[in-house]
């Protein structure tokens, strides 16, 4: 969604809208697949008229047509508090999400008592990150990613938006070969890869266009839209 549907004020354009509801028209799919919690992208489904799955918070939830939780995959409390530690010690912004919010550089007194499915870092600071980054790959049991060039996003391992897409294909009854997958960002690799046809956007991360098939327009630019018009419609 962030840095692809939406552009940089955070709204989904006229022509995205049309197309998608062109391709809806046609019998497509539509899916979100977001790093975004249920909470933050809901309103936006909603406003798509989209009744489709929903894959939220990078794969580690997975919504029905219905707006059920099919699947969920959990991050354990005891590596919350060490991440929320490895945050504190090098002074980094960071958020998480629970399973009923989202939480901004703050945490409840006793994170025990919710269940977690994402951590991220957030930091101008290269060398920070980087130290970050190696401490998590160290643990080996994280699946780690970003969704901008300063942050990192933590889900359990194995998570991510192609597993998502994959059990969604698997509902629908149709093979990973017939999805067209559009992202900007790391979160969005591993679904790029694994769709039929992978799309990047036109801002994307100079890795993501490495790895599509193909490069759209960037997201103030209709990138969506233009790449259903070119494969879909």
């Given at each position: 969604?962030?840095?692809?549907?939406?552009?940089?004020?955070?709204?989904?354009?006229?022509?995205?809208?049309?197309?998608?509801?062109?391709?809806?028209?046609?019998?497509?799919?539509?899916?979100?697949?977001?790093?975004?919690?249920?909470?933050?992208?809901?309103?936006?489904?909603?406003?798509?008229?989209?009744?489709?799955?929903?894959?939220?918070?990078?794969?580690?939830?997975?919504?029905?047509?219905?707006?059920?939780?099919?699947?969920?995959?959990?991050?354990?409390?005891?590596?919350?508090?060490?991440?929320?530690?490895?945050?504190?010690?090098?002074k980094t912004n960071y958020w998480a999400i629970s399973t009923d919010r989202t939480w901004q550089d703050e945490m409840p007194d006793d994170?025990?008592?919710?269940?977690?499915?994402?951590?991220?870092?957030?930091?101008?600071?290269?060398?920070?990150?980087?130290?970050?980054?190696?401490?998590?790959?160290?643990?080996?049991?994280?699946?780690?990613?970003?969704?901008?060039?300063?942050?990192?996003?933590?889900?359990?391992?194995?998570?991510?938006?192609?597993?998502?897409?994959?059990?969604?294909?698997?509902?629908?009854?149709?093979?990973?070969?017939?999805?067209?997958?559009?992202?900007?960002?790391?979160?969005?690799?591993?679904?790029?890869?694994?769709?039929?046809?992978?799309?990047?956007?036109?801002?994307?991360?100079?890795?993501?266009?490495?790895?599509?098939?193909?490069?759209?327009?960037?997201?103030?630019?209709?990138?969506?839209?233009?790449?259903?018009?070119?494969?879909?419609?």
């Amino acid at each position: 969604m962030d840095g692809t549907l939406l552009n940089e004020e955070g709204e989904i354009s006229i022509e995205n809208r049309q197309a998608i509801k062109e391709a809806k028209e046609q019998g497509i799919y539509v899916v979100l697949s977001t790093g975004r919690s249920l909470l933050t992208c809901r309103s936006h489904a909603e406003s798509l008229e989209l009744t489709s799955y929903l894959v939220t918070v990078n794969g580690s939830e997975i919504w029905n047509d219905q707006g059920q939780l099919v699947e969920r995959k959990l991050v354990h409390s005891d590596q919350i508090q060490w991440m929320l530690s490895l945050a504190q010690n090098h002074k980094t912004n960071y958020w998480a999400i629970s399973t009923d919010r989202t939480w901004q550089d703050e945490m409840p007194d006793d994170i025990h008592a919710f269940e977690w499915l994402k951590f991220g870092f957030s930091t101008t600071d290269d060398d920070s990150r980087g130290i970050i980054l190696k401490e998590l790959q160290n643990r080996g049991m994280f699946e780690i990613s970003n969704s901008s060039l300063e942050n990192l996003e933590v889900n359990a391992a194995g998570i991510n938006k192609a597993k998502g897409l994959e059990i969604v294909c698997e509902k629908l009854g149709i093979e990973m070969n017939h999805v067209m997958a559009i992202g900007d960002s790391l979160n969005d690799i591993a679904m790029i890869k694994e769709a039929g046809l992978g799309v990047a956007m036109g801002n994307a991360q100079e890795v993501v266009k490495e790895t599509a098939d193909w490069v759209t327009a960037t997201n103030n630019e209709d990138g969506v839209a233009v790449a259903i018009r070119k494969w879909v419609l």
